[in-house]
């Protein structure tokens, strides 16, 4: 079995600011994923970064990086250069790799304002 | 657009009635899932379908049903509605059946339930 936790609800950051949101998880698998998904007033659920447990380097896309603490089964989202547009829901996501843990198991997530 | 398709996008139906969500996954992916999100439930795993088996199944009430066709497109099938199945619900689709390397799981745009 899976679980995700987000324990902060909502955070607001300056435009241009770097804020970073914080995730937990725990997992019986030895191989497993972790993912942060973003959800715009829109609803649609957007893939924003990936990590795969097995790899040490943290995970980067542009603006966007991991810092994924395995012994501490901590995995956070640093934005950096925030823009109007990061404004949304952000989810912490785990997946493992057979069975009943091949879905992804989703954190409750949570709010980012990003001010003008 | 992330090429899974959901219709309908809007429902508003009364208690007690059925009504049937659809599915169409990305082009080649042979995996679907079903999540549904409600304000104080987040996003819930509902069923995992892998090329037309069901692999896995989440907190799904007995009131709904889902499946995979042959041509790999799935329905959610949700009955006796009540008030509380108000919810957003999402599909998803993924080439394989486990997110290895490269195999990304991509959301719908969702449907909007609404139980009156």
């Known amino acids: 079995a899976q679980t995700v936790t987000q324990s902060q609800p909502e955070m607001s950051v300056q435009e241009a600011e770097t804020v970073t949101l914080s995730c937990t998880y725990d997992t019986s698998e030895s191989n497993y994923y972790l993912f942060w998904y973003k959800q715009p007033p829109s609803r649609q659920m957007i893939l924003v970064i990936r990590q795969e447990a097995y790899k040490q380097q943290n995970a980067t896309e542009n603006r966007f990086s991991v810092n994924f603490q395995k012994a501490a089964k901590s995995f956070s989202l640093k934005i950096s250069d925030s823009q109007l547009g990061d404004t949304a829901m952000y989810f912490c996501a785990a997946g493992g790799v057979g069975g009943a843990n091949s879905k992804l198991t989703f954190g409750k997530g949570i709010t980012l304002s990003v001010r003008p | 657009d992330s090429g899974v398709t959901q219709t309908p996008k809007h429902l508003i139906t009364a208690t007690g009635q059925r009504v049937t969500l659809r599915c169409s996954p990305r082009s080649g992916d042979l995996s679907v899932y079903w999540y549904q999100q409600s304000l104080d439930q987040g996003l819930q795993f509902l069923i995992h379908?892998?090329?037309?088996?069901?692999?896995a199944k989440g907190n799904i009430l007995e009131r709904f049903s889902a499946q995979q066709f042959p041509d790999l497109h799935s329905e959610l099938n949700l009955s006796s509605l009540e008030l509380g199945d108000s919810a957003l619900y999402f599909c998803a689709s993924s080439t394989f059946e486990v997110p290895v390397d490269g195999n990304t799981i991509y959301f719908g745009e969702g449907s909007w339930l609404t139980v009156v």
């Open positions: 379908y892998y090329n037309g088996e069901e692999r």
